[in-house]
Structure formats: C-alpha cells, structure tokens
C-alpha cells in the first residue's frame, strides 16, 4: 500500500431500502428471484460509489450481498440444517435460535467469488473482501456432529482456505476474517482459534487480515459493553499470540472505547487497522476527533503500518449517517497525514 494511512471500513455498509429494512440486522430481502440478483449488484455498485465519494482508499463491496456476516456463508455450505434450530448463547451473551451442524461439512461451490469478480471489474481500487472466521462460525450454531468446538473449527478452516484462494484469484487484495468469538473465549482462541486462523489463510499470497471487535451497535452488545467495567482489557489475552501468528493485519475498535489504546503495542510489527469510527453511536465523529484517535495510535504503531477503519460495521445505521461517519474517517485521516508529511519534510 503506497497510500500513507489507507483509509477502510471493518465491513458491512448500511443497504438502500429498496434492496432490505433499513437499520436492522438479518434484514429481510425486499425482492425476489431475478430482482435480487439484480438489486444486490445494483446496491453493490451504490455502495462502492458511496465509499469513493468519502474518499476510502481500500474499498469493500458493503456486504451488500448477504443478510449476515455469518450465517449467508454457512447458507452455502452442505452439513447445516437451517430448518432444524436450537437456541444456543451467541458470544456467552445473548440467546439466539440457530442452524444445526447435522453431518459433515463441505463447501460444494463457492460463495462469494462471482461478487468478488464483479467489484474488481468496477474499481482499480485495492479491494477487501470479509469472510467469517472459523471460530466465530462454530458460536453461531448448534453441532449435533462434531464431537468439539475445535474440529467443527478446523473443518470450517479448510472451507474458508478453499473460498479465500478463490477471492485471491478473483483480484482481492486483502482478506479479512471476522473473529468477534476472539474477544471471549480468550483460552479456546489461545488453543486453537489462532491455530484455525491460520489454515483458513494457508498458501495465500494476498495480505490477510483479523478484525476483532466489540460487535455491532446492537441492545445486546451494548449490554455487554456495560458489564465489562472502565477497562476493557480483552485484547491483552489474544494480542501476544497474534502477534506471533502470519496474520498481517489485525483489525481492533478504539473510538469511544473502553480499550487502553496501549495494548496495541502488544502487536507491535503488524499492519493494524485502528477503529477511529464508533458504529455504536448516532453522533458523527468531528474530523479532530478521529485524527485525535490515529495520533494515540501512533504511539504504539509504526505511521507505514497504520490504517484507519472504523470500529466494526455500519449495517445498522442509516445511510446518511455512515456516509458522514464515512467523510469524517478521511477527513481526520488527511489531517494526520498532512501532520506526517510535515514533520518528514523538516
Ligand atoms: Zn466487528
């Protein structure tokens, strides 16, 4: 990445009310057969027009496709009955019915590769594309199959590996792996989370990315967020191993967080996406605040390795908010540039 301080967004963006219900998620589509074929492309090319217009420098394609950052990937794949549910506890946090693990899983063609190919015919822009991971897969699901966590995990692994080779070689410059399970079950990622990470990137050439973070503005994260005390200091259990792991990019929430932005240093060496955005707010971020974010970043990430991204996904928010979050990310990001480009000539 030439660019000094590439902008970006941890993924999913707000759909148009033609295509979903706006400000919710597991949206339900609002068209049909052919018709959402049509409309998700259609919001697709909105949504990257959207980020170009704000200035975002590593593209996405939203999320404009799938109702959900997990489930529309295991949609796709054979040994999971969406008809058979149970009520599980997503995260160790909030009760939901999911989809049953009935026998062994496999992924019979891949899922987000046509979408793939199709936003790389629209921009010369690097572009991101945001798979699950492994982990945070098996917490979204009742296994009836498997007899642990950590094989379901490790199955999923060579699924994601297989569909992450596919979008390397549809042109997708940075892969990113959702791994919310990663901020709670700090033993079981220590275990075998990072273990999984890695296989789902095996043989990959394109960077590779882990976004983490306290979730979406959602009642129930919020909830959470209240319970965790004045410091949230999760980080600190995963970091160290991370930082040793061949991710090349980890993806953290920092604006109006309760994390000590120090623990950053933790990973030191790594590219780090810094959540200068908060996705839990209607208050639109001031430019100043957002360069205020990047310059503690600073501290403890090298200015070649830092990139500025929002606290997680801006799905729940209405259009024009993003949009103004979206504006303010560079904006801020330009200020601190201008700061970096400055002290460099002196
Ligand atoms: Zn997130």
Request: without cysteine; negative net charge; aromatic residues 8%.
């Given at each position: 990445m030439k660019q000094l301080l590439p902008t970006s967004t941890a993924g999913s963006l707000p759909k148009p009310s033609w295509l979903a219900e706006p400000e919710q998620l597991w949206s339900p589509w609002k068209l049909q057969g052919q018709e959402l074929i049509d409309g998700k492309t259609d919001a697709l090319r909105v949504s990257l027009q959207e980020q170009r217009r704000a200035g975002i420098d590593i593209v996405s394609?939203?999320?404009?496709?799938?109702?959900h950052f997990v489930t529309t990937f295991i949609e796709?794949?054979?040994?999971?009955?969406?008809?058979k549910r149970e009520t599980v506890k997503i995260r160790d946090r909030y009760e939901a019915s999911v989809p049953t693990v009935v026998g062994p899983v496999s992924r019979p063609h891949s899922v987000f590769v046509k979408d793939a190919k199709f936003l790389r015919e629209q921009t010369d822009q690097p572009i991101k594309w945001a798979l699950p991971g492994p982990m945070t897969m098996v917490d979204t699901l009742y296994n009836a199959h498997y007899k642990s966590r950590e094989k379901l995990a490790w199955e999923f692994a060579k699924i994601l590996n297989q569909e992450a080779k596919e979008l390397e070689a549809a042109g997708v410059d940075i892969i990113q792996f959702d791994e919310p399970a990663f901020n709670v079950f700090f033993e079981e990622v220590n275990a075998w989370g990072i273990a999984c990470l890695e296989r789902a990137i095996e043989g990959l050439q394109c960077e590779t990315a882990v976004h983490i973070c306290y979730?979406?503005?959602i009642k129930a994260n919020t909830d959470w967020k209240k319970t965790l005390g004045s410091e949230w200091r999760q980080y600190e259990e995963v970091f160290p191993k991370l930082q040793q792991s061949n991710i090349d990019i980890i993806s953290l929430e920092c604006q109006n967080s309760h994390v000590p932005i120090e623990l950053i240093e933790l990973i030191r060496g790594k590219k780090v996406m810094v959540?200068?955005?908060?996705?839990?707010?209607?208050e639109i971020e001031t430019p100043e605040e957002v360069a205020a974010t990047l310059r503690e970043a600073l501290k403890y990430v090298d200015a070649d390795k830092l990139y500025p991204c929002t606290n997680c996904g801006m799905a729940p928010l209405s259009r024009e908010l993003a949009r103004g979050k979206l504006n303010a990310l560079s904006a801020g990001a330009e200020i601190v540039r201008k700061e970096l480009v400055a002290k460099l000539d002196c």
């Open positions: 394609d939203g999320e404009q496709t799938r109702q796709h794949l054979d040994g999971v009955d969406f008809e979730g979406y503005g959540g200068a955005i908060d996705v839990a707010s209607n």
